[in-house]
């Protein structure tokens, strides 16, 4: 059964710093597509951040190119992080991990497993 779980929400001032973790097991290759996404009160959830490993394919919104990073963690494989600088009040939000279908430069299409969300609280 594939799970994922994340982890690294926090309350942060706007400018700061955060390091979303999502963990994921159950899955039968060592080829990861995983995204992240985020929901925020009275908005539709949308894709922030996608990872394919085997193609090592890259997806990032618009509102956070630049600010944010994703990747694989070199000594735990099964663990994916966002990494989120510059913070701004709009990145306030639940973020979720999932796994994805096919991710592309400008594209990321969840797939069906979520995890049970992080919250992010960007405030002064």
């Known amino acids: 059964q594939v799970q994922l779980v994340e982890s690294g929400g926090d309350l942060v001032q706007p400018g700061g710093s955060l390091k979303l973790s999502c963990v994921v097991s159950?899955?039968?290759?060592?080829?990861?597509?995983i995204g992240w996404f985020r929901q925020a009160p009275g908005k539709e959830r949308e894709a922030v951040s996608c990872?394919?490993?085997?193609?090592?394919?890259?997806?990032y919104a618009e509102s956070v190119r630049g600010r944010f990073t994703i990747y694989r963690d070199n000594e735990n494989q099964n663990t994916v992080h966002l990494q989120m600088n510059n913070l701004r009040l709009e990145d306030t939000a639940v973020y979720y991990c999932?796994?994805?279908?096919?991710?592309?430069?400008?594209?990321?299409?969840?797939?069906?497993?979520w995890g049970q969300g992080t919250q992010v609280t960007v405030s002064s």
């Open positions: 990872l394919a490993t085997r193609l090592d394919s890259r997806f």
């Open positions: 159950g899955l039968t290759s060592d080829h990861l597509r």
């Open positions: 999932a796994t994805v279908a096919s991710v592309g430069g400008y594209w990321c299409y969840a797939d069906k497993y």
